[in-house]
């Protein structure tokens, strides 16, 4: 109820705006703040997804088999692409301007690039393996794979401490929530450990120092619950995949079977 009261006299004083096309909201939870329908219909799933290392059209985002031996994650899941303006600003705002129920809209825009998919590979198995669509059709596989099948396990990027306290919040952690509750899988949230505090990767122009930059900055402290598993690493955004990288290079370490890497888009 106080919440309630809080949000009416919130609204009336600052009335949000859609980030598209700026219609004023009203009476609505904050989960369908921030992006009206109108707008959120006109951002296009990734139509073509690519190899994390070599950025070659890759089938779903699995990396090829040649380029395997110069990555350690399996594969990259990018929802959208960098060129839509009301992505664009829904990101600046969460990220910079740190408003946080914007991780409402940009989760959703994860989730219907997963849904709404043609061909998924064999991220299909990682994401969707606890998830059943009403018709039946997932039960039934589930089912049948059931013994072998290796459990999948969401995991956000971490922020380092200094940034946490700057922020607030992890922004990855709020999207792996929706993501890991949508699609009923379990959710590790210090699996892996951010030991260093480094620049941000947006700041730094080469490859090879972005690599660098993040090299040894993770760590996995307990490798009894990664043994084994697959793992989904989460992130809002990536600009090469040297971030997600250095976290399956850990996760690998620490026993994980497959690494994929989801984000919201990449720029
Ligand atoms: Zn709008
Ligand atoms: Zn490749």
Redesign the pocket.
Known sequence: MLTKIKNFILDLLFPIKCLGCGEEFENLEPKDKWICKKCFDKIEIKKEQI?P????S?ESGE??Y??RKEISLDGLWIATEFNYETTKEAIYKFKFNFIKDIHYPLSEIIIRSILKADELGNFHDLILSNFSQESGEEEIYTDKRKNKKTETIIVPVPLHKRRYNWRGFNQAFLLSKNIASKFKLPIYENAIIRKRNTKPQTKIKSMEDRKKNIKGAFFCPYHSLINNKNIIVIDDVCTTSATLNECAIELKRAGAKNVWGLVITRR
Do not use: D
């Open positions: 190899c290392a070599c950025e070659k890759s990396t090829h040649k380029c």
